[in-house]
């Protein structure tokens, strides 16, 4: 069993060997190259500061345009905010002209009050309905749009102004329902004739026969 332990010894001291040589070799090298070393940790601790250094310049420099951003926020804050452009003063509608536009609009509530006399697809029905819903509003508020200055100034080289040329139009569009409600009544003047006329017809057509 001894000639065992003679090769587990001889490997112990060849380890040993080793070992005793690596950090006689380690102990070398740090021995020789110490300077070396220690310049090597001198750069890093400067470069190390120096960056440090750096980045809290860079900081500040960062810094400084959002606190300036932020007083420049606040002076816009405290100044007062500029004040939209004033429109022009619209024109107001004339007593005279107030007047008119009611007359219209009550023709127009009779008229539509007797559609169901009017013939299918009547072009005069159309022309009241559009009247109330398009032509009278459109005309009102094209001379409602106006400067108020311009009202009384004329519009065109016959010396018109806008508010002649507002009566125009509105008296285009009274004169227009005055039409079609004659015309309606006229209709109905033409339906109590015919009436008539059959009622004749049926009663003398009787008359005749009991003669007879």
Same mark, same amino acid.
């Given at each position: 069993m001894w000639l065992l332990f003679v090769p587990i010894l001889v490997l112990a001291v060849v380890a040993f060997m080793l070992v005793a040589t690596l950090f006689a070799g380690v102990f070398w090298v740090v021995g020789a190259g110490w300077p070396w070393l220690l310049i090597g940790l001198g750069a890093w601790l400067f470069w190390h500061e120096d960056g440090r250094h750096y980045r809290r310049r860079g900081w500040r420099h960062r810094a400084q345009p959002v606190a300036q951003s932020q007083s420049q926020a606040r002076k816009k804050a405290d100044e007062p905010a500029p004040q939209p452009p004033r429109p022009l003063r619209q024109t107001e509608l004339p007593i005279d002209v107030q007047v008119k536009v009611e007359q219209i609009r009550r023709k127009v509530d009779v008229l539509l009050g007797y559609a169901d006399r009017f013939p299918p697809f009547s072009q005069d029905l159309y022309l009241v309905r559009e009247t109330a819903s398009d032509y009278l509003p459109r005309t009102i508020n094209a001379f409602m749009a106006l400067p108020k200055d311009t $009202? /009384? #100034?004329?519009?065109? $080289? /016959?010396? #018109?102004? $806008?508010h002649q040329e507002l009566k125009a139009q509105l008296d285009l569009l009274d004169s227009k329902l005055d039409d079609i409600a004659q015309d309606l009544q006229r209709q109905d003047a033409d339906r109590l004739l015919a009436n008539r006329r059959f009622l004749e017809s049926r009663f003398g057509l009787r008359n005749k026969a009991d003669v007879a």
């Open positions: $009202a /009384d #100034k004329p519009l065109s $080289a /016959d010396g #018109k102004t $806008a």
